[in-house]
């Protein structure tokens, strides 16, 4: 049976869209791989130091890699990841004279999203959907050399350290992911809840128009919260998007602060770096905004800041102890209105917001 998407095409024009990289022949190049290797291992002790979270599946693997392989490796995850989707549709979709035509546009669309973000990434913990086949391509840490290395030059930023900042951000991830022994299996549970609803159904887009105007009318933008796959979703992919939006807000932001603190004493320049990419993720001209917009990439955007502000407000509350708590079991986990208000997690937990001065 055909695939709904063209993944050929995907990875063509993802390569295509990537554009130059300048610094991929830099003689600094030679220099990442090792730098990386050193400082993950570095950073997976730190980070563990610092949360408390030991990952349970061995020692963390970095990957140099360049734009086309970070394309590569991606589109090997959403292929996997959109399985559930692409199976349930496939038989219907792959049916009639423009079945060919759909699948390429499908793919074509997919790969402009990933050449362009692949411009912009700099570091990622592989999207976490491990399977038997080729397991030495699964569970690492990639780094994209040619952006890694942009910044550096344009910012005059101090290598090693810029590096090992990124690795401490990039390992947090990994920690949450393996040294929680629930988490991956829930956020795989979450994803697979939200994209087994998918239905290419007519009502369902009168139904979000609907919506949208609603919205609109009150003042709110409906693409503030996830893009258009949150404007489509049905009542039970919302609820699983509520939870899947807090789970990613809390990462986010938990992988901000515990790279802050773990590399307080080992990187003097953290707080430039900090400010730096805060900048970069709030520039872009208006057309770059908008497709952030309808992707919800705005959205993720905003989970760091988000996630960040819980995190301060429960451990003003409780300290780190507090927080721990919502590791201990997929429960605990705040939803994306308890990230927003933090009350309410609190009150949830049972614990007692502390008095504001008189």
């Known amino acids: ?39 993950t291992a570095q950073a997976e002790v730190a980070v563990a130091d610092t949360t408390g979270l030991h990952s349970l599946a061995g020692p963390a693997r970095a990957r140099v890699t360049d734009r086309a392989g970070w394309v590569r490796a991606n589109v090997a995850s959403f292929r996997r990841l959109l399985r559930p989707v692409t199976e349930k549709l496939g038989d219907r ?21 990933l050449g362009w973000m692949s411009g912009r990434v700099l570091g990622q913990y592989d999207l ?50 393996t040294g929680v022994p629930w988490m991956r299996e829930h956020f795989l549970g979450l994803v697979e809840t939200t994209l087994s609803g998918l239905d290419p159904d007519p009502s369902r887009v009168l139904s979000a128009l609907t919506r ?13 919260d996830g893009g258009v796959a949150a404007l489509f979703a049905s009542p039970e992919q919302r609820v699983a998007l509520d939870h899947l939006s807090g789970l990613m807000s809390l990462l986010e932001g938990h992988g901000d602060v515990t790279m802050n603190r773990a590399g307080a004493d080992r990187i003097p320049s953290a707080e430039r770096f900090s400010r730096v990419l805060n900048q970069r993720r709030q520039q872009g001209n208006p057309m770059i905004r908008l497709v952030q917009k309808l992707i919800g990439l705005e959205a993720k955007l905003k989970q760091y800041e988000a996630g960040e502000e819980f995190i301060e407000k429960v451990e003003s509350v409780g300290g780190p102890a507090l927080l721990d708590r919502a590791w201990e079991a997929a429960p605990n986990l705040p939803t994306i209105g308890e990230i927003r208000d933090p009350d309410r997690w609190l009150a949830r937990m049972g614990a007692v917001p502390a008095a504001l001065p008189a």
Do not use: C
């Open 128 to 177: 976490l959907i491990i399977e038997d086949d080729h397991p030495e391509e699964q569970d690492l840490v990639y780094y994209v050399g040619p952006n890694v290395l942009g910044l550096e030059k344009r910012f005059a930023f101090p290598p090693r350290e810029f590096r090992l900042w990124l690795a401490l951000h990039e390992t947090t991830h990994r920690a949450q992911f």
């Open 1 to 39: 049976m055909p695939d709904v998407v063209d993944w050929a095409m995907a990875e063509r024009v993802a390569l295509r869209a990537s554009g130059r990289e300048l610094f991929a022949e830099s003689y600094h190049y030679a220099s990442l791989a090792p730098d990386f290797d050193e400082f």
């Open 212 to 224: 949208s105007v609603e919205e609109f009318r009150a003042g709110r933008n409906p693409l503030d």
């Open 93 to 113: 979709m792959s049916k009639g004279p423009i079945a060919p035509f759909a699948r390429g546009m499908a793919g074509a669309e997919l790969g402009a999203l």
